[in-house]
């Protein structure tokens, strides 16, 4: 949409002004003196181009409209295969041997091929009638025979031909111009109308009259929530993360981990119930303060394409360098920051790409220096080795007393070091509890725990005998 739809709507902003102008002033002066030359002979010349105009409606029926629309469509569907095949290549590449995911694409432009055809076979005879009626000769021709008639048996000087042959072919230039104008709108119009569908789409109310949170204390209060009406992912959920605690989120795959933490910096709001900051629901608190409140970790890291002293200071911009570098240590990055080329200057994604486990650190490094009072960490699966691992948690934790940390855990050690555990399956709390106490019992927790543990227990020995560099 913003490469495409924007583009078909320049012309129409920058260029068909201006070219309306000119293509309409020049034909007006000659039309005005042609009046006054002879009005029959001029009424006869403009007679092609009212022929034009006569067919215009031809190509703007319904059918030609749905046309055009589907051919747009279809161009549409050839962008996305082509973004998705580019985004997935290294995908395509260890997979598809057979070619299946060119397929996709393939299908894309057999169908564009199909739509455009159709609409350009519906539109080519009306299209061609309005070339001819506006083509010089065919102009021309209609002049002649009709200046001579007039010169025969109306009593128009031979003279007065003159004017019309020199200046008549001039006055269809307006119907070109306005031919590709019109082109040119109607693309603009179905753009607009998609641009004006995403812009529609309804920001987060914004609180009138802000109120600040009093504390940390976080809770949610019978929070339902689902991306589409159809389907709750959230169903219920009652859950208070006191300050100073560290809440471990498990459960199977799809259960609603991600979303349910999500909700705490406000990417979306619940469909029931709500969220509570410092006994005010999030909807009244202003978004610079939640911000300034819940930072977060993702599990897929994206660093922005700047240094990286840049990256770690993203949310404090004039944070001083040594609380950088102070960050940085405490998520045990700084070493490896000071190996790349320029050290804290390098520019990630130009001059140095870092992994997946490194690029999880910088953000850490961020959120520790942006040091909010609630940190919510989506812990990565391939996070770093179980040294730094657990430096880097204990870094979290002791750096600031009273911080409120929710965390989705996936290994059994940030489990163990939490003080609450939370399983979520299916949408609802299954089971909650402290980790040992859970652990002992036969509760949801332990049966999901204990398969977990057997499905994982030949992955965690094999480190062992690799000590980490
Ligand atoms: N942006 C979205 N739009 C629509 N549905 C979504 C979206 N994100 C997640 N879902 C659906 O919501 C459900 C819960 O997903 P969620 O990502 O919260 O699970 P999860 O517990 O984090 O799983 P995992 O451990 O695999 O990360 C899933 O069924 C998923 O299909
Ligand atoms: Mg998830």
Not at 338 to 348: C, M, Q
């Amino acid at each position: 949409m913003v490469g495409e739809d924007v583009s078909a709507v320049h012309p129409v902003i920058a260029h068909t002004p201006g070219e309306l102008v000119s293509a309409f002033v020049v034909p007006l002066v000659s039309l005005v003196y042609l009046f006054t030359v002879d009005w029959r002979l001029t009424l006869i010349t403009l007679a092609p181009m009212a022929l034009a105009f006569a067919l215009v409606p031809l190509m703007m029926t319904p059918t030609r409209l749905r046309e055009q629309e589907e051919s747009d469509a279809a161009m549409g569907r050839i962008s996305n295969s082509v973004v998705e095949f580019v985004q997935g290549i290294a995908v395509v590449k260890a997979f598809s041997g057979s070619g299946s995911a060119h397929r996709a694409f393939l299908a894309a432009v057999d169908d564009f091929v199909g739509s455009f055809q159709r609409m350009v076979r519906g539109l080519s005879g009306v299209a061609a009638g309005m070339q001819v009626a506006v083509s010089p000769p065919f102009v021309l021709l209609v002049v002649l025979t009709g200046g001579a008639a007039l010169i025969t048996g109306g009593g128009m000087a031979p003279v007065d031909l003159l004017p019309f042959l020199l200046l008549g072919l001039g006055l269809t230039a307006p119907v070109a111009a306005l031919g590709h104008g019109f082109d040119d709108l109607q693309a603009a119009r179905r753009a607009i109308g998609r641009i004006r569908d995403v812009l529609d789409v309804p920001p987060l109310p914004e609180p009138a009259r802000p109120v600040a949170p009093r504390g940390h204390r976080l809770e949610l209060r019978g929070v339902r929530f689902g991306y589409d009406t159809d389907r709750e992912v959230l169903r219920g959920i009652d859950l208070v993360l006191e300050p100073g605690t560290v809440t471990a989120v498990v459960g199977p795959s799809g259960g609603g981990k991600s979303t349910l933490v999500q909700l705490l910096p406000r990417f979306f709001d619940p469909t029931h119930g709500s969220v509570i900051l410092g006994g005010v629901d999030l909807r009244e608190i202003d978004a610079r303060d939640l911000h300034r409140t819940v930072s977060f970790v993702f599990q897929d890291v994206r660093l922005l394409r700047a240094s990286v002293a840049d990256n770690i200071a993203l949310a404090v911009p004039h944070a001083d360098p040594e609380a950088v570098v102070r960050a940085a240590r405490l998520a045990r990055i700084h070493d490896r920051i000071l190996e790349l080329p320029r050290g804290y200057a390098t520019v990630i994604g130009e001059e140095s790409e870092l992994s997946g486990g490194e690029a999880q650190r910088i953000s850490i490094a961020r959120a520790l220096l942006a040091d909010t009072p609630v940190l919510v960490l989506d812990e990565a699966t391939a996070f770093a080795d179980p040294r730094t691992e657990q430096a880097v948690r204990r870094a979290l934790t002791a750096s600031r007393a009273e911080r409120t940390i929710l965390v989705i855990a996936h290994r059994p050690e940030t489990v163990a070091d939490a003080d609450t555990v939370v399983m979520l399956e299916n949408g609802s709390i299954v089971d909650r509890g402290e980790p040992a106490a859970l652990l002992a019992g036969n509760g949801r927790f332990a049966e999901f725990w204990r398969s977990h543990r057997s499905a994982t227990a030949v992955r965690t020995q094999v480190p062992r005998g690799d000590e980490p560099r």
